[in-house]
């Protein structure tokens, strides 16, 4: 799947994040939270368990240089129920260290809103960056991937996932993809593979919810 054709689906990306976060973002990029925990944790033991356990609430970094960074939380995900439907021999603790190597973005409006309404964010203030796809893909076209489901959720019937639920984009061809799990999916994420240096030349609105 070419750019271009990702584009003509999906011409903005969303991506949610803590209004304090954007000093941050605009400072070192958007980074997926291992680069952040890399960066900030100094502590090899306490990093390890940030890497690979799930996060209950939103955590705030401090470091004396970089300053401060927020971590979101991963409350749609149970440890519990995400063993149960991982493929290719995965564990929890594998599927939280992919999940912290890349940094994600909703496909449309839809995915936004409906986490914007989940339980866990009403009342509080959220960060909404909205991307212009085409310049953002074609800039990292060799580290962004596909995904069809909801990856870092495993409520209600959680879909199952493993090596193959992130599909690389220039690698993809989109219909035989939309048909490989026996229906015919749709995207649902557009993730990249490692940090995004340059998020400002992408962005086209900011907007502070609720």
């Not at 291992?34 to 690979?52: K, M, Q, S, V, Y």
């Amino acid at each position: 799947m070419t750019p271009e054709a990702l584009a003509r689906r999906h011409p903005r990306l969303y991506h949610l994040t803590a209004p304090a976060a954007w000093e941050s973002i605009a400072r070192l990029g958007l980074l997926p939270a291992a680069a952040l925990i890399e960066r900030f944790e100094p502590d090899p033991a306490r990093r390890e368990r940030l890497l690979a356990t799930r996060r209950p609430a939103e955590l705030v970094l401090e470091h004396p240089v970089h300053g401060r960074a927020a971590l979101t939380d991963n409350t749609p995900l149970s440890e519990r129920a995400l063993a149960a439907c991982l493929d290719d021999g995965l564990s929890p603790r594998d599927w939280l260290r992919l999940l912290n190597r890349r940094v994600f973005f909703w496909s449309d409006e839809r995915g936004l809103q409906r986490l914007l309404g989940a339980r866990l964010n009403r009342g509080r203030q959220r960060l909404v960056l909205v991307l212009d796809t085409l310049s953002l893909v074609m800039a990292h076209a060799d580290c962004v991937e596909i995904s069809p489901i909801n990856s870092g959720a495993t409520i209600r019937r959680p879909a199952r996932r493993g090596l193959a639920t992130f599909a690389p984009l220039m690698a993809t061809d989109y219909q035989a993809w939309r048909r490989r799990r026996g229906r015919l999916d749709r995207i649902v994420e557009i993730v990249v593979q490692g940090s995004v240096p340059d998020i400002e030349r992408h962005v086209v609105e900011r907007r502070i919810v609720p």
